[in-house]
């Protein structure tokens, strides 16, 4: 089974994501954090033109570990959340060939096991088919103050809040893959709802998917 969580910055994909699937016995498979670590990759060796990235594409070996992500054998799971990483995933993540070579993964490691998937275009363009999909939304000033706790960074909140807002128009605009609400998907807005509280609705969900009340 295949459960699909979109949403922008700061919704709560994927502290919820991580919750649910532990909880229903599925493997977490956190998207993001694969964009991320591509663009730590090309970073690192200062590559912004997609033209000279496909090479490096062809030969990369993309691993999920406990936390985060394996890349060609380097473990990245704590520059991944970094304010370098935000101001830049954005730009890396709207390139095509970056985001076929990502849902190509990610559609593979679906086909496999039963997953919990959370990103920005899982319902809509990796598993337009899953048989849940969510999609969760919060008010921008409660995403920013949650991004900011997460750092521990309450002082830059007002920073904080222009770089969630910049996102939302960078990630609902581009050309590919932009971030909009899948068809049938289930919306959550979770400003003022506990992260208890959110899985609680999934799980529900999911009980009346595999488990439907006969008539």
Do not use: C
């Not at 979109?6 to 956190?30: C, F, M, N, W």
């Amino acid at each position: 089974m295949k459960i699909a969580i979109d949403g922008p910055a700061g919704s709560g994909k994927s502290t919820v994501a991580k919750r649910l699937a532990h909880e229903l016995g599925y493997q977490y498979i956190d998207t993001g954090a694969m964009y991320r670590a591509l663009t730590a990759y090309f970073l690192d060796k200062a590559i912004t033109e997609e033209s000279a990235m496909t090479t490096h594409l062809s030969d990369m070996r993309l691993a999920i570990i406990p936390g985060g992500i394996n890349l060609n054998g380097r473990e990245l799971t704590h520059q991944l959340r970094t304010e370098r990483i935000d101001e830049h995933v954005s730009y890396y993540s709207s390139l095509k060939s970056l985001r076929d070579w990502a849902v190509a993964r990610q559609r593979e490691i679906g086909r496999r096991m039963d997953v919990v998937m959370d990103g920005r275009d899982i319902g809509t363009v990796v598993y337009p088919d899953a048989e849940l999909k969510f999609y969760l939304e919060a008010d921008p000033k409660e995403r920013a103050k949650r991004r900011a706790l997460e750092r521990g960074e309450m002082d830059h909140l007002p920073e904080i809040l222009l770089d969630i807002l910049r996102r939302d128009q960078l990630d609902s605009s581009r050309t590919h893959s932009p971030l909009k609400q899948a068809e049938g998907a289930i919306v959550i807005d979770t400003t003022d709802l506990s992260i208890e509280q959110v899985v609680e609705v999934m799980k529900d969900h999911w009980h009346e998917t595999v488990s439907p009340t006969s008539l």
